[in-house]
């Protein structure tokens, strides 16, 4: 099975901040990683596809990097509605893994 | 605009067998273009992929999960279904049912609002 490591597990930060969470497979996934992020209470949404696609929908702030295991998301100026938790999943081979969660909160 | 429900008992006695069905709606099972999965969350936790099933049938499962899960679609009903043998305490969980891209490992674009599903004596 292909792990994912995120890092790091929780960040505290204030409006307007640029956060960067990244993610790191224990294996080439060459660009199958995509981010989600989770409200309390709801279901996960998918922010970033293929590493780097932007899900329709989703504000530009939002963008993601990386291929082969190492990977970033990264929210440019932080709006009070993006306190969530994210996670990395890659969607190279079954079965699918998820990362262990970033959990984002208020400074 | 596509729509998943999930749906199930809630409460499930340890040792016994879970059932969950997903009901879809303004969209089509059938369609070649996409897979359908089982996703899980127990409270305060990560998420955890259960498996995957194309209208045809074919299914991925997790691996230790496997003996004990069984995906099934029911294109008549536009729904599919989980089945968790021999659960235990381990096993509850807000479980997700979602639809997916062209692949068994494919993102999870469309997600059910998710039913909580305990295991209790």
């Known amino acids: 099975d292909i792990q994912m490591t995120q890092s790091p597990s929780s960040l505290s930060a204030s409006v307007g901040d640029r956060v960067t969470i990244t993610c790191r497979a224990s294996q080439s996934i060459s660009s199958y990683l995509n981010w989600y992020q989770q409200k309390p209470g709801k279901a996960p949404n998918v922010l970033i596809y293929?590493?780097?696609s932007l899900q329709s929908g989703v504000p530009s702030r939002f963008s993601g990097s990386g291929s082969g295991t190492d990977f970033t998301l990264t929210i440019s100026s932080l709006q009070p509605e993006d306190f969530a938790t994210y996670y990395c999943?890659?969607?190279?081979?079954?079965?699918?893994?998820f990362g262990q969660g970033t959990r984002l909160e208020i400074k | 605009q596509l729509q998943l429900q999930e749906s199930g008992p809630g409460l499930v006695k340890p040792s016994e067998t879970l059932s969950l069905t997903c009901t879809v709606s303004g969209g089509s099972i059938s369609s070649s273009s996409y897979y359908w999965g089982w996703i899980r969350q127990p409270p305060g936790k990560g998420l955890e992929w259960i498996g995957s099933i194309y209208y045809s049938g074919s299914t991925y499962y997790n691996p230790p999960l496997k003996s004990r899960v069984t995906i099934s679609v029911d294109t008549s009903k536009n729904q599919f279904s989980l089945k968790l043998s021999s659960v235990t305490a381990a096993d509850t969980a807000v479980y997700y049912c979602t639809r997916m891209g062209g692949g068994p490992a494919a993102p999870s674009f469309y997600w059910g609002q998710g039913t909580l599903l305990t295991v209790s004596s």
């Open positions: 999943q890659q969607s190279y081979s079954t079965p699918i893994t």
């Open positions: 293929a590493a780097s």
